[in-house]
């Protein structure tokens, strides 16, 4: 489903509280806006039933990569909304660690003393090489059945969160627009301390959305896989451009 890699997409989430205090984070919503029998009159349309959808997500899922970190993922609960809710956090620059919990990395945040400069360990980088693996993993061209026969219960989820006017598809594409558009850093990040923590040195950097922040600690590496992937899943979807997505 292209919503799971795209919310793997941002798989720094361990590595995001230990740099900078933490932002409020964006609430899962795992309940319809409107109680069962509020629907409109004008809207005759069946309604969708997301509940005891997971064992079909799981088993369609199951056969878009045999990754064991990407199997790992299958696990959580309530696939659908925590998928689309992520996507949606991500398509506004938003954290979306309150929904992607499952995808913290083992292992603490680390530096490297050089010239009298704090920089990012090459062992930080690390604990991300399990997420990237899998989300370079993932079959392209499978995602795109799955999502065709997932696409009404996406769409469902999406429309008890999403504002006004846009589309499951518009925010996969500024989600993905967010995350290809950050640049791969050339040489090393310098932090520098922020209370307890850390924060960029580079004011360009510490400026980013939460959710592209997620995708720099992940390391260059990592980076340029996640988006070559990225970049395969949109095309296969026939995605929108982000600044076509961003159209009224």
């Keep these: 489903m292209a919503a799971l890699v795209v919310v793997a997409l941002a798989g720094g989430i361990g590595g ?9 984070p964006a ?18 349309r069946p309604q969708v039933q997301l509940s005891g959808t997971d064992p ?15 199997l790992r993922w299958l696990s959580a609960e309530d696939l659908v909304r925590r998928f689309v809710s ?3 956090a991500v398509a506004e620059g938003q954290s979306p660690r309150t929904q992607l ?52 219960f996406l769409d469902a989820a999406h429309a008890e ?24 850093p050339t040489g090393t990040v310098e932090v520098v301390p922020k209370g307890a923590l850390y924060a960029y040195a580079d004011p360009r950097l510490e400026a980013l959305g939460g959710a592209e922040k997620h995708l720099l600690r992940m390391g260059p590496d990592n980076m340029r896989k996640v988006q070559a992937k990225l970049s395969e899943i949109a095309s296969a979807l026939g995605l929108p451009s982000p600044e076509q997505a961003k159209r009224p």
């Design 56 to 70: 079909r997500v799981r088993e369609l899922l199951r056969g878009l990569s045999s990754d064991a970190e990407f």
């Design 101 to 152: 919990s499952f995808l913290a990395p083992a292992g603490g945040f680390r530096i490297n003393r050089q010239a009298g400069r704090m920089v990012v360990a090459p062992e930080s980088y690390a604990r991300f090489d399990g997420i990237a693996r899998a989300v370079a993993s993932v079959n392209a061209q499978g995602v795109q059945r799955v999502y065709q026969e997932l696409k009404p």
């Design 161 to 184: 969160i999403a504002p006004p006017g846009r589309t499951l598809e518009q925010a996969l594409a500024q989600a993905i627009g967010r995350l290809n558009g950050v640049a791969v």
């Design 16 to 24: 995001y509280l230990l740099m900078r205090e933490p932002e409020p």
């Design 27 to 44: 609430a899962v919503r795992t309940e319809p806006v409107a109680a069962a029998g509020t629907q409109s009159q004008a809207d005759t």
């Design 86 to 88: 992520a996507t949606n």
